[in-house]
């Protein structure tokens, strides 16, 4: 292990990063367990949204934040892999996001607030990324 002092303010950081990533863990079971009977409750427009995922957009899903997750307990090990399952999570979450955004009716079903919750995502992710990275350059992690 690295004799270099961490930053006082890493550890809460990531801490609460994980838990972040592990509440869209908790989000991406809830999405892929919705019974045909969920789905047919909501409004037809959310409906063909839910219908039409493509399944590599559900793997983006996954791998966004199981990478981010994998990545913020590497980056409280103090591992440089972290960096490369902070990479996976940052380019997952940013083709998971380009498509909900871009490729998809939700700007019209749900409105312009749809566009705050992917920048958030794609913000952290980078952000956990830079991290990574700068930790690797510092020294922080081995």
Avoid: H
Avoid at 22 to 34: D, E, K, R, S
Avoid at 54 to 76: D, K, N, Q, R
Avoid at 82 to 87: G, R
Avoid at 111 to 137: C, D, E, Q, W
């Amino acid at each position: 292990m690295s004799k270099i002092n961490l930053p006082k303010w890493f550890y809460a950081v990531v801490s609460i990063a994980l838990l972040w990533n592990l509440m869209g863990i908790v989000n991406f079971f809830m999405q892929i367990n919705l019974s045909p009977e969920d789905i047919t409750a909501l409004p037809e427009a959310e409906q063909a949204l839910m219908n039409n995922t493509p399944l590599w957009s559900t793997i983006a899903f996954a791998l966004g934040v199981f990478g981010g997750s994998i990545g913020c307990v590497g980056l409280l090990m103090r591992k440089v892999w972290s960096m490369m399952a902070l990479l996976v999570s940052l380019v997952a979450v940013v083709a998971q996001m380009t498509y909900w955004l871009y490729f998809t009716t939700a700007v019209a079903v749900y409105g312009n607030s749809t566009y705050v919750m992917p920048i958030i995502v794609i913000l952290v992710a980078y952000l956990l990324f830079r991290l990574s990275n700068n930790g690797i350059k510092k020294g922080y992690l081995v």
